[in-house]
């Protein structure tokens, strides 16, 4: 088993900033990529942010600029960066992980975090 757990969400101002971070532990052989999603009420969720075990980056067209994701791999944590913040980030925001158990398991991508809200409002 995998788990995720997401810190750092809360109540922002527009224009602020806010950094999540996304720890994850368990039966983890490898991980070749962790990413942030978001769902706003009423909304499908989606992809803000994606990083590769080898560095590459992946953003959502609405965040290019202002977020920026990065790992600290050898503590399996992912952490997103966000500034500029506007309120239509508000969202609950999910960490997900590609996930190798063993050596010769496949990567499973059906590993997600509990969610963080981010509230940007004045």
């Known amino acids: 088993q995998v788990q995720l757990v997401e810190s750092g969400g809360g109540l922002v101002q527009p224009g602020g900033s806010l950094r999540l971070s996304c720890a994850a532990s368990?039966?983890?052989?490898?991980?070749?990529?962790m990413g942030w999603y978001r769902q706003a009420p009423g909304k499908q969720r989606e992809l803000a942010a994606a990083i590769s075990s080898g560095g590459s980056t992946n953003y959502a067209d609405s965040v290019k600029g202002r977020f920026t994701i990065s790992t600290d791999n050898a503590k399996n944590t992912v952490y997103l960066q966000m500034n500029s913040l506007k309120p239509e980030d508000t969202a609950v925001y999910y960490c997900?992980?590609?996930?190798?158990?063993?050596?010769?398991?496949?990567?499973?991508?059906?590993?997600w975090g509990q969610g963080t809200q981010v509230t940007v409002s004045s």
């Open positions: 997900n992980a590609g996930v190798k158990t063993s050596r010769t398991s496949r990567y499973e991508y059906d590993n």
């Open positions: 368990g039966s983890i052989f490898s991980i070749n990529a």
